[in-house]
């Protein structure tokens, strides 16, 4: 395939599409075509792009070590751009890996890391905040911080209700039950 941009949006339409469908290994294929298409033409911002989507369908199939080698790369080429914003989701993502590969030690300072950069910058969404805080809640959850858990969750359920995603309320009103339901106990 010769390398142009038309390639790579078909490539990357093609491979969202089939994982809204529930296709994951025809997605995972189409992201890395892409990715190989994207290192054949140098073409940073496409390639940090096509290798967090293709992380992004590691995950869906369980694939937690290919899926943070992809990330890590972006997060690699983010740095260099000088893109804050890109490369604090991608480091959030990061995060959420080394949570659910079950090392909160090195979860915890990608989530601090993306939660700096959301909390100075003006222009972050409070549903990109709302993500971040999430995994960092859930982390507090994990390791039993009820206290900074319950704070965190407060918040996640605040900006989910300010942006309208209600299954992100009705999550953080389950998680903040539970948790009230744990120290009631203690």
Not at 28 to 39: E, F, G, K, Q, Y
Not at 57 to 64: A, F, K, P, S, V
Not at 133 to 150: M, N, P, V, Y
Request: hydrophobic share 40%; glycine share 4%.
């Amino acid at each position: 395939m010769i390398a142009t941009p038309e390639n790579f949006e078909n490539l990357v339409t093609n491979a969202l599409q089939a994982r809204r469908e529930g296709r994951s290994h025809d997605a995972r294929r189409d992201l890395i075509a892409a990715v190989d298409l994207c290192r054949r033409a140098p073409a940073p911002s496409d390639l940090a792009r096509a290798l967090t989507d293709l992380g992004q369908i590691e995950r869906d199939l369980g694939h937690l070590d290919a899926a943070l080698k992809h990330y890590e790369e972006a997060a690699a080429i983010y740095r260099a751009q000088n893109n804050p914003p890109r490369l604090a989701h991608t480091i959030r993502h990061i995060g959420d890996i080394h949570r659910s590969a079950g090392r909160p030690a090195l979860a915890e300072p990608c989530y601090d890391a993306a939660l700096s950069f959301y909390r100075n910058d003006k222009q972050t969404t409070p549903l990109d905040l709302a993500n971040a805080i999430r995994g960092l809640a859930i982390l507090k959850t994990d390791a039993g911080d009820s206290a900074r858990a319950i704070a965190l969750w407060t918040e996640v359920r605040n900006l989910y209700c300010a942006t309208a995603v209600s299954e992100g309320v009705a999550e953080s009103d389950r998680r903040l039950a539970l948790l009230a339901g744990n120290k009631s106990r203690s």
